[in-house]
């Protein structure tokens, strides 16, 4: 069946980086806008960024533009997230979305924590 | 970048209540406005899609409506299951925007 399995989680400290991953299966990953969606804890949705079908073009909120890029390895149907220079407010559970009729299919999700 | 407001915040309901949450756009987004529903410790569910378009497999006591700047989510018979937050969503301009969130809880 479709489904979305994001991973690359953990705890980081202020300044530093990390990569997430969400692993796509059940469909044509390629057809679709992917997008990461993230929501800080007891808050609500925030959009941070998409890749557009067919890889053609990226855009990203103003809170991540120039600290996380967004790309995906079409053969392995992943899209992933480096994040930079991380924030103690980047701290958040962070999902991908497919772009379908509207965000149609979510991962689970996975819990970054910016502390140090 | 445009700003959704949605109102309630939060919103107490009994079973069988008719209830509706808006969500108004600070400028015009067409027709593409989305609704989502929430639990504790899961991932969004899209409910409504383009305004008032439901999702397959949506029940159909929840319907959208509105045009513009001004949208609304109606859930004309709020079961035990519907109680969670809800989330309206703009996506005619990037960045897409979604609004603050309206809890709906037990009255």
């Known amino acids: 069946q479709e489904q979305m399995v994001e991973s690359g989680g953990g705890v980081v400290q202020p300044g530093r980086s990390l990569r997430l991953s969400c692993a796509a299966s059940g469909f044509s990953f390629n057809d679709y806008g992917m997008h990461w969606v993230r929501q800080a804890p007891g808050g609500g949705l925030e959009w941070l960024a998409v890749m557009w079908f067919g890889g053609t073009s990226e855009e990203y909120s103003d809170a991540v533009k120039g600290r996380f890029t967004i790309s995906k390895d079409t053969a392995k149907s992943t899209l992933f997230l480096q994040m930079d220079r991380l924030r103690v407010d980047d701290t958040a559970l962070y999902y991908c979305?497919?772009?379908?009729?509207?965000?149609?299919?979510w991962g689970q999700g996975t819990l970054v924590t910016v502390s140090s | 970048d445009i700003q959704m407001t949605q109102s309630p915040p939060t919103l107490s309901a009994s079973v069988g209540d008719r209830v509706t949450i808006t969500c108004r756009a600070s400028?015009?987004?067409?027709?593409?406005l989305a609704w989502y529903q929430q639990k504790p410790g899961k991932a969004p569910k899209l409910l409504i899609y383009?305004?008032?378009s439901p999702e397959t497999g949506v029940p159909s006591r929840f319907s959208g409506s509105g045009s513009g700047t001004e949208f609304t989510l109606t859930i004309s018979d709020v079961q035990p299951d519907d109680f969670a937050s809800y989330y309206c969503?703009?996506?005619?301009?990037?960045?897409?925007?979604f609004g603050q969130g309206t809890k709906v809880d037990v009255k």
């Open positions: 400028q015009s987004i067409s027709t593409w």
């Open positions: 969503q703009q996506y005619n301009t990037y960045p897409w925007t």
């Open positions: 383009k305004i008032s």
């Open positions: 979305a497919r772009k379908k009729t509207g965000f149609d299919l």
